[in-house]
């Protein structure tokens, strides 16, 4: 034959033996649970997770003094069982429980806790979160490179089941902060055994409800219930997927076929098509801990002038734009820190008054728009998924031009570039968005502080400031609350240098009728130990997967 | 006394330039003269349809050809129907418009990427192939090196500065007007396009230029006394130029989806503008099993496919033309 | 003689390769750690770039990248603080090959026929046809393909899974997604390499001696016109193996192809050189072997 057939003839043999390749990856046991997380988890080094997608999976992994309460997200006892705060606030001693182990042999003691907070603050490890921790006593300092000595740090192990923690002033919401994902235990014995790679260490102990079986980037993370976490008698399930999912069609095809059992955060799902599966029981969105805004740039004419933010505020229907393209239930906003927030009546803002507007345009020197400069409203382009900044920009863009005659430039950048330019001051309106890490109304307000590094809009404002300080010495929480509210007026009704314009919704897409667990709470946090499966009787049909208990 | 002498009062027939020839061959291809008629007619629609949102036509034609490309209203989503020929999109913008702009621009882009492309490349390889040698060796490398670059590195590299040299110059003093800034963003993207592509151009034509260097015309060229660049130009390129044409014709269209792939991530013609990419690359987030706003990727995709199928035939034509073996 | 230079040539090459992208990465605005949450105090920001060595000079910077090459060690990934690059590539490149090679062989498998065919029925309208669903390939867009795909044969058939990797079903899609637009362009080049060679002596020389049409085709024509598309294979199977971002997004396939789009987007400065210097070795070995192949086929190429 000739030789080229030959060759030509060998392409649909090696197709072949490439098929029977294929066909030799390892089969793995099907897990109980499968969720698409979203994105991939970038670490789940506690230490120097930043996402959200690393709280979740880290969730399951390591945990701290307290951890959250899946139905409310409140604070409740974690490793540490119970504690004691000073009548200033200012002292909180920790009991850890009795008979923690990471493995047979191997106790989790007060010294693994202090081993964990002083290793985020260390300037080596570069953790950067390294903030959450800065309430406490020369943390700060530490952390800067300032202070040499870690065991000046306020946080000491009084014995092997006692930790003693000085903060700077009274925090209301450091027992949150102790759940939070930064402040977890991590297994000592690894990490100073394996350095920055520890978490390929196997067996990896881990403090929390399960541990990790499996990592593959960009594709999966899979979970295998901790026999030794101390409350392993609740972790109902054995195996946990975590999927990471970068386009929301392929979620919503995973779930449909049965592969994937639960899907959360709203990204995951195509925008379009929430007003269709709203219509399902799968679907469920609740209020949720986080606000779009866009940010003036104060220090640019003629947004220096209040008279003029405050005018583009209130020409905005915030009302339609929401609706227009937002149908998973998120709220139009007025004022910042979101409905919901603990122990706290958020302020009232400016809500939508054209005519209004238009007058505090001509107040400020414009009447009917006439001699306003163009201006550019900056935002980072969504790729693969989701155009809502550009579908909101370009209702902006219309709504102010019709209202108040004045014309608005759209500039999409590519991400990075965006965030430099929004760090340099160099825009004059820019898309943003905050999530908070805590039910505290402080995790929105301390932004806008003079001296923020996330306030970016070159707003000080001396009042606000010490406004922030005072609410944050207080004790009494309503009197807390007062102050804060005070603060937040002047951030949303008088000064503006942000305009609020939707809460996010938290949301959850699976099926109640065979997922348990799962419950909306304001900071979206599901404990993967808290979810189950419902037992059956019957057995169900079609391509679902098995039901465990 | 020679045989071409005229008879008395009779005009010989000219003897018909190669060109001419080409021509003729063209002319008596249908496939040719279908897609030539075909993209005049679109390009000429392309260029003329802004005009018909404007005064002196838009109160004589149907209401459904004066919509603008970028009029925001709140006819979100509709199907294909008597307001709105091909449909509306999530802000209410008539499809069929945006069509056409879009299919404007895209083609600008493809063409003036191709140009870069087809100049850098033809010249790198033919001089390239040509001289052989030591100068074959070093200019061959230097396209290796920058073969070996994934594409994609430069072209962030090319949008993202310029974009943030853009966004400073225009949050400074004397910021451009907004025109013009879109125009240097286009460039840059164009720029970025065509410097991608000629590397494979020059390849290819440097191979051919290679197996043809020795063949006997050149020598025969070269023996008569031929200077190096006349033999290039009359001898070896012409040879080469059914390979660069039909490799033309696949380069606009892989230009014309490259930008389409910068689209789906965000670095490619920026909002409100639209290019068939950025069109298609929008509408594909519409294809789910719900429900498919199938209006939103059949017109941009089958504009877009109709364009660049007549591109390639008429490739295909072109060369058969003008193809200096091909007598029959 | 010429080969064995350019085979000396490959590491200088790389060396200058992995400069010019380490660099360059750097050189573009933004950095790895700039996100929406900035941290807490400027000098959480000091201590991150004291890790990664990005608050030294360039030079110093890549001298001890260079130092690490020399241990295979390519570096910390900055994205994936506690992945190393090597291990990342190391989980993603047989994915990716895996996938690639199949793309390979349906871009071969599909495209060589179809130039084949147009090329010899040229003129009717069988080889309009032909053309005509070359150039469609050519045309849609993988972004498109893909999601037709899934939609058609994965969802409404379901002979198909959806998404996701680990059998020879979950291949296929992805391979027909990814190979269409390859095989397209095969057809294409095959048929315009064909259309050329059938013009040359030596296939005169073949008719007259009186062979088959099909005989002249398939021994004569093929071996000569197949040459362009071996010249494209070279660049066309690199592109294949370092992964497809569309394809590898739309079907969540754990290949480097994703890691090459996000790294620089990310700027994930050790990852983007990491892969820019696997990419470019792949391409300058297959190249290489392209060209022996071509010379070794074709007695009018002379290297010198």
Redesign the interface.
């Known amino acids: 034959m000739?030789p080229?057939?030959r060759t030509?003839g060998s392409?649909?043999g090696?197709?072949v033996c490439?098929?029977?390749?294929?066909?030799c990856?390892v089969a793995e046991p099907k897990a109980d649970l499968v969720v698409i997380n979203g994105p991939d988890p970038?670490?789940?080094?506690p230490a120097?997770a930043?996402g959200i997608e690393d709280l979740r999976v880290i969730n399951g992994l390591f945990e701290g003094l307290t951890r959250y309460d899946p139905v409310t997200a409140r604070p409740i006892p974690g490793l540490a069982e119970r504690w004691e705060i000073s009548r200033d606030g200012r002292v909180y001693t920790f009991h850890l429980r009795d008979k923690l182990i990471w493995s047979p042999g191997q106790p989790i003691t007060a010294g693994d806790l202090v081993y964990s907070w002083l290793r985020v603050l260390d300037?080596?490890?570069?953790?950067?979160?390294?903030?959450?921790l800065?309430y406490v006593t020369n943390a700060?300092s530490f952390?800067?490179?300032r202070l040499k000595d870690p065991s000046l740090v306020g946080v000491h192990a009084l014995d092997s089941r006692t930790v003693r923690v000085e903060l700077n002033s009274p925090t209301a919401f450091f027992l949150d902060l102790c759940a939070f994902q930064t402040l977890a235990v991590v297994p000592r014995q690894v990490i100073e055994k394996q350095g920055?790679?520890?978490?390929?260490a196997s067996p990896l102990p881990t403090s929390g409800p399960y541990l990790l079986d499996g990592w593959?980037?960009?594709?999966k993370i899979r979970l295998r219930k901790n026999p030794y976490y101390w409350d392993a008698a609740n972790t109902r399930l054995d195996l946990i997927d975590f999927?990471?999912?970068?386009?929301?069609?392929?979620a919503?095809?995973?779930y449909?076929?049965g592969?994937a059992d639960v899907i959360w955060d709203l990204t995951n799902i195509?925008n379009?098509?929430v007003d269709?599966?709203k219509k399902r029981p799968d679907y469920h969105a609740f209020p949720y801990l986080g606000a779009y805004f866009f940010r003036f740039?104060t220090t640019?004419k003629p947004f220096d002038d209040s008279r003029v933010r405050r005018a583009l505020a209130l020409g905005l229907d915030k009302k339609r734009l929401v609706t227009?393209?937002l149908h998973a239930g998120e709220r139009p906003a007025d004022h910042l820190v979101p409905d919901g927030t603990a122990h706290y009546t958020p302020a009232a803002g400016l809500g939508y008054d054209p005519d209004q507007a238009r007058h505090l345009l001509a107040q400020a020197g414009f009447p009917g728009g006439k001699g306003f400069p163009?201006f550019?409203y900056?935002f980072?382009?969504?790729?693969?998924?989701?155009?809502i900044h550009?579908?909101l920009?370009?209702?902006m863009q219309?709504a102010w031009e019709e209202q108040l005659g004045i014309h608005m430039?759209?500039?999409?950048?590519?991400?990075?570039?965006f965030?430099?330019?929004q760090?340099h001051l160099?825009?004059?309106l820019s898309r943003?968005?905050?999530i908070g890490d805590y039910n505290d109304p402080n995790t929105f307000l301390e932004l806008f502080r003079s001296d923020n590094?996330?306030n970016?809009t070159g707003w000080k404002n001396a009042r606000y400031d010490s406004l922030m300080s005072q609410a944050n010495l207080q004790t009494d929480p309503a009197r807390r609350a007062a102050l804060l509210q005070q603060a937040e007026t002047i951030l949303v009704r008088e000064e503006l240098p942000i305009v609020p314009i939707y809460f996010y919704a938290g949301f959850t897409y699976f099926n109640p009728a065979r997922i348990q667990g799962i419950f909306p709470n304001i900071l979206d946090v599901h404990p993967p130990n808290a979810i189950w499966k419902v037992e059956r009787r019957e057995a169900e049909g079609g391509a679902t997967s098995a039901v465990h208990h | 006394m020679n045989s071409h002498t005229p008879s008395a009062g009779a005009k010989p027939p000219a003897d018909p330039s190669p060109n001419q020839r080409a021509w003729r061959r063209f002319r008596r291809n249908p496939v040719a003269m279908a897609s030539s008629f075909l993209l005049g007619f679109l390009v000429a629609l392309i260029l003329v349809w802004p005009l018909f949102s404007r005064p002196p036509f838009a109160p004589h034609l149907p209401r459904a050809l004066t919509h603008a490309p970028n009029a925001v209203s709140d006819a979100q989503f509709q199907p294909p129907g008597p307001q709105y020929w091909l449909g509306t999109d999530v802000h209410g913008r008539d499809l069929l418009s945006r069509v056409f702009s879009g299919a404007r621009l895209s083609l600008f882009v493809g063409l003036v990427g191709t140009a870069v492309s087809l100049v850098i490349g033809v010249f790198w390889g033919a001089i390239a192939g040509y001289c052989g040698g030591r100068w074959d060796a070093v200019m061959m490398r230097f396209v290796d090196v920058l073969y070996s670059m994934p594409s994609i590195i430069f072209v962030i590299v090319l949008i993202t500065s310029l974009n943030a040299v853009l966004a400073k110059w225009q949050s400074g003093p004397a910021p451009l007007p907004d025109a013009t800034a879109r125009w240097l963003q286009f460039t840059a993207l164009f720029g970025g396009l065509g410097a991608v592509s000629w590397l494979t151009m020059a390849r290819i034509v440097r191979g051919q230029v290679l197996s043809l260097r020795h063949r006997a015309f050149v020598d025969a060229s070269r023996v008569l006394g031929a200077g190096h660049f006349r033999i290039l130009w009359h001898h070896v390129l012409p040879n080469v130029y059914g390979l660069i044409i039909v490799y033309l014709t696949m380069t606009i269209p892989s230009i014309i989806l490259y930008e389409s792939f910068l689209s789906y991530l965000g670095l490619g013609i920026q909002p409100p503008e639209a290019s068939l990419g950025s069109l298609i690359a929008s509408g594909t987030e519409q294809i789910n099993s719900i429900r498919i706003y199938w209006w939103l990727i059949v017109f941009p995709g089958g504009m877009l496919a109709l364009t660049l199928l007549a591109l390639n035939f008429l490739g295909d034509a072109l060369r058969d033309a003008w193809d200096p073996r091909s007598e029959n | 003689m010429y080969f064995l230079k350019r085979t000396l040539f490959l590491l200088p090459l790389l060396l200058v390769i992995s400069f010019l992208a380490f660099a360059l990465v750097r050189a573009v605005p933004g950095g790895p750690f700039d996100r929406e949450r900035k941290p807490a105090s400027p000098e959480i920001e000091r201590n991150l770039r004291a890790k990664y060595h990005l608050d030294q000079p360039l030079w110093q910077q890549y001298l001890r990248y260079l130092g690490g090459l020399l241990h295979g060690d390519f570096g910390p990934s900055l994205k994936y603080r506690n992945h190393s690059v090597g291990d990342i590539i190391a989980q993603g490149l047989p994915v990716s090959i895996a996938l690639g090679t199949a793309a390979f062989c349906f871009a071969l498998g599909a495209g060589i026929p179809l130039g084949f065919y147009t090329a010899a029925r040229r003129g009717r309208w069988g080889s309009y046809a032909g053309s005509l669903l070359a150039v469609l390939a050519i045309c849609v867009p993988s972004m498109v393909v893909g999601p037709i795909l899934i939609m058609l044969l994965a969802i409404k058939l379901r002979w198909f899974p959806v998404a996701l990797w680990g059998s020879p079903w979950h291949l296929v899609l992805p391979t027909l997604t990814l190979g269409l637009y390859f095989a397209g362009r095969i057809a294409r080049l095959l048929h315009a390499g064909m259309l050329t060679t059938l013009h040359a002596e030596f296939i005169t020389t073949a008719r007259a001696k009186g062979l088959g049409e099909t005989a002249v085709l398939l021994k004569h024509a093929l071996p000569i016109a197949v040459l362009p598309v071996l010249s494209y294979s070279g660049p066309m199977l690199a592109d294949l193996l370092t992964g497809s971002f569309i394809v590898e997004n739309l079907f969540q396939i754990p290949g480097i192809g994703v890691f090459m789009v996000n790294s620089s987007l990310d700027r994930d400065y050790t990852m983007v050189v990491g892969l820019v210097l696997l990419y470019a070795a792949l391409l300058l070995v297959l190249n290489l072997l392209v060209d022996f192949a071509c010379a070794a086929l074709d007695p009018r190429v002379k290297y010198e």
């Open positions: 000739h080229w057939l030509l392409i649909p090696a197709a490439l098929w029977l390749l294929a066909a990856s970038q670490t789940v080094d120097l930043t300037p080596r490890t570069a953790a950067e979160y390294a903030g959450q800065y700060q952390n800067n490179g920055d790679q520890w978490m390929r593959r980037l960009n594709y999927l990471s999912v970068s386009a929301p069609n392929t919503l095809n995973l449909d076929t592969q195509p379009e098509l269709e599966l740039n640019q227009q393209f163009r550019h900056l980072e382009g969504s790729g693969g998924g989701g155009r550009e579908q920009g370009v209702e219309h430039e759209l500039a999409q950048m590519e991400k990075k570039v965030l430099a330019a760090n160099d825009y004059d943003s968005s905050w590094g996330n970016r």
